[in-house]
């Protein structure tokens, strides 16, 4: 990369929630924050989460719309509202200043493309996607015009497997020459020492994730009554992390595990950023869902030994599992049953898959050099183009 002068990048995080692309990007910009070549700027189109102050220590950080409650007196008029609409169009002018200063953009998520409508660009600007999404969310998360703006706007679009690379090929029409496979990079979770499980003589099967019909929560009622129908004595438990307790879902799903007698077998954990107590309670880590690109939750598991079962034929999360945990036929919940059962009987197999879960992780996932090397080389090769 010329070393002559700094090359600004803004990076363009969809929201700072504690989701997966927003912290995705956080752990990118610590691999490259030491790079002295670059200069980074970051934008949150939506600010709605925690993770804001985070994406402040790693650059200047402005943001477009601010979702965060607002509390207006009783006796509040129009016109005391006016400041916020002053400080957006502030919002709006620090923005386009930034994008005039920058040389390339980084789009972190396919559902930003609207802002390549809203603000103006230069013929200088290159625009990096990094795309972390399949058919169900570009569906549910923005709209067909703005994602072909984005994806056909781009120089280089970035994904995390071969699953998101197919997507855009078939879907997109995406010459293959545009796609750049880009592994995560997935920081250690450091505990002093591993403490003893909550619950060591019980097996612990641990999901985590937004609480909907994509990730598979509403299958398991389901699998609850296949599991302990055939296993009705085995000393097995359920953990799911990351749910809103007011969820309608949620609601409804503890009514049903209620109504059948299962409602003890299972336990659902509201979203912290605290996760490594979570996954230390874990024997396996289990993806339910119909469609995820490349779960973060599957390697974020791996780290920590621990296996990963997931559906075939939904998304990226086999391109991992493969050798290192257990791929079942789509929605197969008996065949499902027999596998987690088969890892609480089996202490060999889970030692196996385990360890192979983690050497695929610090292999792929857990060397911060690695992935700034990748980037520097990324950058040299849109610096030619």
């Known amino acids: 990369m010329p070393s002559a002068s700094k090359t600004n ?30 200069q980074v700027r970051i934008l949150i189109k939506n600010l709605r989460g925690k993770l804001y102050p985070e994406f402040q220590k790693r650059g200047i950080t402005n943001f477009l719309n601010d979702f965060r409650p607002v509390r207006y007196h009783f006796n509040s008029s129009y016109f005391s509202k006016i400041p916020r609409f002053i400080e957006k169009k502030i919002r709006h002018f620090k923005i386009q200043n930034a994008l005039n200063h920058s040389e390339w953009i980084f789009l972190n998520t396919i559902t930003l493309g ?11 600007h290159k625009i990096l996607s990094y795309i972390h999404e399949l058919q169900w969310a570009r569906e549910n998360f923005t709209n ?10 781009s120089h280089h679009i970035l994904v995390p497997s071969q699953a998101v690379k197919f997507y855009l090929e078939n879907d997109f029409k995406v010459p293959p020459s545009r796609i750049v496979l880009f592994p995560y990079y997935i920081p250690p979770i450091h505990k002093a020492e591993r403490p003893i499980k909550s619950n060591p003589g019980i097996f612990t099967v641990g999901m985590m994730g937004s609480f909907d019909g994509r990730k598979g929560a509403d299958l398991i009622p389901k699998l609850l ?18 749910v809103q307790q007011d969820s309608p879902l949620l609601l409804e799903i503890k009514d049903e595990l209620q109504k059948l007698g299962l409602i003890e077998k299972i336990e659902f954990l509201n979203p912290s950023p605290d996760i490594s107590d979570f996954y230390q309670e874990l024997d ?8 995820d690109p490349y779960p973060l939750v599957v390697l974020e598991a791996a780290q920590f030994g621990i296996p990963g079962i997931c559906f075939e034929n939904s998304g990226g999360a086999q391109e991992f599992i493969e050798n290192c945990g257990s791929i079942i036929p789509f929605l197969d919940l008996d065949a499902l049953s027999k596998e987690i ?27 911060k050099n690695r992935i700034k090397s990748l980037f520097i080389t990324l950058m040299e090769e849109l610096h030619k183009s």
């Open 225 to 242: 009554i296949n599991l302990f129908k055939h296993y009705p004595e085995a000393p097995i438990r359920f953990l799911w992390k990351g």
């Open 114 to 124: 609207d802002l390549l409508k809203t603000f103006r660009l230069k013929p200088h």
């Open 284 to 291: 396996v880590f289990l993806s339910l869902s119909r469609e």
């Open 144 to 153: 067909k015009e703005d994602s072909y703006c984005q994806i056909h706007n």
């Open 341 to 367: 059962y088969r890892y609480f009987t089996d202490k060999g197999l889970l030692r196996e898959k385990g360890g192979q879960a983690y050497e695929k992780w610090k292999r792929l996932h857990g060397d």
């Open 9 to 38: 990048i803004l990076f363009i995080s969809h929201e700072d929630s504690l989701t997966g692309a927003p912290i995705l990007l956080l752990n990118l910009l610590d691999c490259i924050q030491d790079i002295p070549q670059l």
